[in-house]
């Protein structure tokens, strides 16, 4: 198969979702009509209990378990499916951000009694950010639930984006009869059953009277109503809306009892975009280039903690890459091949001779990347859109065994490479500010500093409210501000300058006074 083909055959994806909405379940669903695994419960395992916010059994448990789901790739229809795995825990926000840098879709998982929650709303920004075109599913149809229209006026003021269903639920919890599905013109009967798929019945005309004979006098006639409105309302389907982020299909079903996921499965890839271009700080990167590119977003560390070895993960974004071949480490100027690369299909981590635009390889790596590195066959381009976004939480943190200074500074280093947390230093006492998503990440890098680097941090409080990067043309403003500031600035890892607000009204008292100043909020401007 060219390159061409491979191309056009791929599709690249994530689910989000608010903790519990039953991402790890559609998940799982989606391999096993994938046949990328035989039996349910594989992915579940993958995911941090929410309750045990201190349980680092749990959290190594994760870490191993993660290397081998961070992809899961299967064969499909002739497809190569490759789905990213996104962490559950709303504390690893940042790392579902970088995540969805990677995939040319996502699939949005809402929960039908809950609507459309905080985590996915904040989710849905970084894919309207990039126009990301998404796919809604809304799950737990067989539980007591919002109505439809509801739920789709929800999905349309919360996550900004004009929606259009493409299935029409018959009823929900007790009374969930099944789904009407618009787009295929079939009838979906619900059968609480966590094995055995439905049979779909092919349904042209909707005021046919079987129809009562499926679902019953009341059913019918709220469901020709509905179906009326809706195709009244919602402007017809178009995929070209869909693929330009403007508007997302909507899909009802229930993941539990394996409903609506086949649906869901085949209409994602009739309609889901193949491997997109990226941009570069140079160009504009096509996935049919023969030259092979990619970039690094995500780094991932061993969990033996006597060998330091870690895993890069590469998205491919043009050109065939091949294992033994010399590529540039563009922001180390230097060549390196890789004899290991590793795929990964389902449960499986396998090492292979070549890989795909659209596809991810795991490259062994001891201390060589970090998030965000390009590699290329030769040209010296970087690939754009993997910000750091302004963190939550902050505190000092301190050195709490003398003896090990040097151990604790390289942890912090390496960790931050990973992309755990970001480091600030303070250009008025030069102390060290960890700033995070969440707060699960501090007691994970006192964690892994003291497994994996044999070093001790102490944590301090500090009162901030935000780190924002600040940038100006006005020169003399900028000297002024860091001066008038000097106790509130600091540089992150890469030396650039950031602003330490206390509070909401300073920073908005600095964005008033200093009307040249622009203040980014993601370190990617
Ligand atoms: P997440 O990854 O988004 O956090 O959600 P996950 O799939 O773990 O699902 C969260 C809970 O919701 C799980 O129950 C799961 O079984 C349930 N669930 C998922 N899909 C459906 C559905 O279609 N209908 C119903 N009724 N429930 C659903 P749990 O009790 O938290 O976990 P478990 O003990 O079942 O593993």
């Known amino acids: 198969m060219g390159l061409q083909e491979e191309i056009s055959r791929r599709r690249t994806f994530a689910i989000i979702s608010h903790p519990d909405a ?5 998940t799982e669903k989606l391999l096993l009509f994938g046949g990328a695994i035989h039996v349910a419960g594989a992915v579940k395992s993958n995911k941090i209990k929410k309750t045990a916010t201190s349980d680092f059994m749990e959290i190594e448990k994760q870490r191993g378990i993660s290397v081998a789901t961070s992809v899961m790739g299967f ?29 040319d879709s996502v699939i949005i998982v809402v929960d039908a009694a809950k609507g459309v929650e905080a985590q ?28 439809p229209f509801d739920l789709l006026e929800e999905v349309e003021e ?46 042209a005309d909707i005021n046919s009277s079987e129809l009562e004979g499926y679902i019953g006098d009341d059913a019918s006639a709220v469901l020709r109503e509905e179906h009326e ?61 023969d030259k092979f590119s990619g970039f690094v977003f995500k780094i991932h560390a061993n969990m033996d903690p ?3 070895n870690r895993i890069a993960f590469v998205k491919i974004c043009s050109g065939k890459f091949e294992r033994n071949k010399n590529y540039l480490h563009v922001r180390q100027g230097k060549n390196f091949k890789f004899s290991s690369p590793t795929a990964f299909m389902a449960e499986k981590k396998s090492i292979i001779d070549e890989a795909f635009p659209g596809d991810i390889v795991g490259l062994p790596d001891s201390g060589n990347f970090i998030i965000g590195d390009t590699l290329t066959s030769g040209e010296k381009m970087s690939f754009k859109g993997l910000p750091s976004f302004s963190p939550e939480l902050f505190r000092y943190i301190e050195n709490d065994d003398p003896m090990k200074s040097k151990q604790l500074a390289k942890g912090i280093d390496q960790l931050m490479d990973e992309g755990v947390a970001q480091l600030f230093t303070s ?13 699960l990440q501090f007691e994970v890098i006192e964690h892994r500093l003291a497994h994996e680097y044999n070093a001790k941090c102490r944590y301090e409080p500090i009162n901030l409210h935000k780190a924002c990067w600040i940038r100006s043309e006005n ?16 540089k992150d890892k890469q030396g650039r300058d950031v602003f330490l607000a206390d509070s909401s009204y300073m920073l908005q008292l600095a964005q008033q006074n200093f009307e040249d100043i622009e203040f980014h909020f993601t370190s990617e401007f």
Not at 427 to 439: C, D, L, Q, Y
């Open 22 to 26: 039953g991402k790890t379940t559609l």
């Open 75 to 103: 064969e499909y229809g002739g497809h190569k499916v490759n789905i990213l795995d996104t962490p559950g825990h709303q504390d690893f926000a940042e790392d579902t951000f970088r995540t969805l840098t990677a995939v």
């Open 120 to 147: 996915t709303r904040k989710l849905m920004e970084v894919c309207r950010m990039r126009n990301t075109p998404v796919i809604v599913f809304i799950n737990k149809m067989d539980r007591p639930s919002k109505h």
């Open 158 to 203: 919360e996550l900004k984006i004009n929606v259009r269903p493409l299935s029409w639920p018959i009823g929900n919890g007790p009374s969930f009869q099944g789904v009407y599905n618009i787009f295929e013109q079939n009838l979906n009967l619900f059968e609480a059953s966590k094995q055995t798929l439905g049979e779909s019945i092919s349904f």
């Open 229 to 289: 409105f809706v195709e009244g309302v919602y402007p017809e389907f178009e995929v070209e809306d869909y693929l330009a982020g403007n508007l997302a299909p909507v899909l009802f079903g229930s993941a539990l009892n394996n409903f609506g996921v086949n649906e869901l499965l085949d209409c994602f890839l009739k309609i889901a975009p193949k491997p997109q271009a990226s941009n570069t700080d140079l160009r504009e990167v096509k996935p049919e280039e």
């Open 306 to 308: 006597n060998h330091r």
């Open 427 to 439: 250009s008025f006492n030069g102390r060290k500010v960890i700033g995070t998503v969440g707060a």
């Open 475 to 490: 020169a003399a403003q900028l000297a002024d501000f860091k001066k008038r500031k000097h106790q509130y600035m600091a």
